[in-house]
Nanobody, 127 residues
């Protein structure tokens, strides 16, 4: 079975940028919608962003919309998350997910996760 491997996490200061990348091990994942979730200490996992095809509309949670950008490269079989204007509340373990189903009600978007997860990458943002 294919794997998802995240990279790019680390330490940042408020206002900085980080770029996460998720590499899929096989082409099976090219058929799935892909996205990111995150989980902060003591909190439930939450949806961050989703993308289907590289040129398709993207979906973001209200907390990151306008600051984060998700992109997808089907040739490289990767999904990236560009995170700008980072805030301390963005501190969390970020997980790549495949086969998620995103949905929006007005400006509020969320997603049901798929069955495929990476192991996660830590992002820590300090003041």
């Amino acid at each position: 079975q294919g794997r998802l491997v995240e990279s790019g996490g680390g330490l940042a200061q408020a206002g900085d940028s980080l770029r996460l990348s998720c590499a899929a091990s096989d082409r099976t994942f090219s058929n799935y919608d892909m996205g990111w979730f995150r989980q902060a200490p003591g909190k439930e996992r939450e949806f961050v962003a989703a993308i289907s095809r590289p040129d398709a509309p993207t979906t973001y949670s209200a907390s990151v919309k306008g600051r984060f950008t998700i992109s997808r490269d089907k040739v490289k079989n990767t999904v990236d998350l560009q995170m700008d204007s980072l805030k301390p509340e963005d501190t969390a373990v970020y997980y790549c997910n495949a086969d998620l189903a995103s949905y929006c009600s007005g400006s509020m978007c969320d997603a049901l996760p798929g069955d495929y997860w990476g192991r996660g990458t830590q992002v820590t943002v300090s003041l």
